[in-house]
């Protein structure tokens, strides 16, 4: 592997400008010297600011029956120096691909030794993303309604309503407490495809619920980790944790 990584990837992602992006779905870039549409791997938002002109980084399908060849898989956060920007993975479809490469390495041996791993194991009403060992539950958030690195002056702001979309994290986090009543540990993991010195919580429209709900959570037995996953041209580097069940 490229420097350790933890996934090295086939092809290595080609830097690119974004142009705009005109729909959920897409965003127009410049790719070696021609726009294209390419697929945008989130639907929801990214950030607060305009992603217009901004670097980024695509995968190639290689696919001639693809609408979209290109996927966006990063973007990037930079000034005008020519310094290599810092990239922000935005696959969060991709992010449990990683999680479970990092679950099986043995990366995440500190926090939840590894022998046997299960993905998209229905709890209840709800379908989680891992059960390890059969005892420990694991789901995982990749939060990108606010991006968490230094912005520069450049970055263009834009008006935003309110993030408001939390029915998923409350049931899922609730029934990861209510699995500690047949298994041994529950955790959730928020993982950053950036390296993000340290996850903080932006209220939402139904921040005292959503509050209540990791509190008890927590008070229950549900650890809280984030996972930092920075991507790169080459590969998602290896991850870094902290513990963040004692701030709730």
Wanted: glycine share 6%; proline share 6%; net charge negative.
């Amino acid at each position: 592997m490229v420097n350790d990584l933890l996934v090295e990837f086939p092809v290595p992602l080609t830097r690119s400008r974004i142009v705009r992006r005109p729909n959920r779905f897409i965003i127009e870039a410049d790719v070696n010297g021609e726009v294209h549409p390419c697929h945008c791997p989130t639907t929801g938002r990214i950030g607060d600011f305009v992603l217009d002109g901004l670097e980024c980084l695509v995968s190639d399908s290689n696919s001639t029956t693809r609408k979209t060849r290109y996927t966006v898989e990063a973007i990037g956060i930079g000034d005008d120096t020519g310094r290599e920007p810092t990239w922000v993975g935005i696959n969060q479809n991709a992010a449990n691909r990683y999680i479970e490469a990092a679950l099986n390495s043995g990366a995440l041996d500190s926090i939840v030794p590894v022998t046997q791993v299960r993905r998209e194991v229905r709890l209840g009403d709800s379908r989680l993303d891992f059960l390890v060992n059969n005892d420990t539950y694991v789901e995982v958030k990749t939060p990108l309604q606010t991006v968490q690195v230094p912005m520069p002056s450049s970055i263009v702001k834009k008006k935003v309503a309110p993030f408001n979309s939390t029915d998923r994290m409350v049931r899922h986090i609730t029934g990861l407490a209510d699995s500690l009543a047949s298994h041994e540990k529950a955790i959730l993991f928020t993982c950053f495809l950036y390296d993000n010195p340290g996850f903080v919580v932006t209220p939402s429209v139904r921040h005292e619920e959503v509050s209540a709900a990791v509190h008890t959570a927590v008070q229950r037995g549900v650890e809280l980790w984030q996972i930092n996953l920075p991507i790169t041209p080459h590969g998602i580097s290896q991850p870094t944790m902290q513990n963040l069940t004692a701030q709730f």
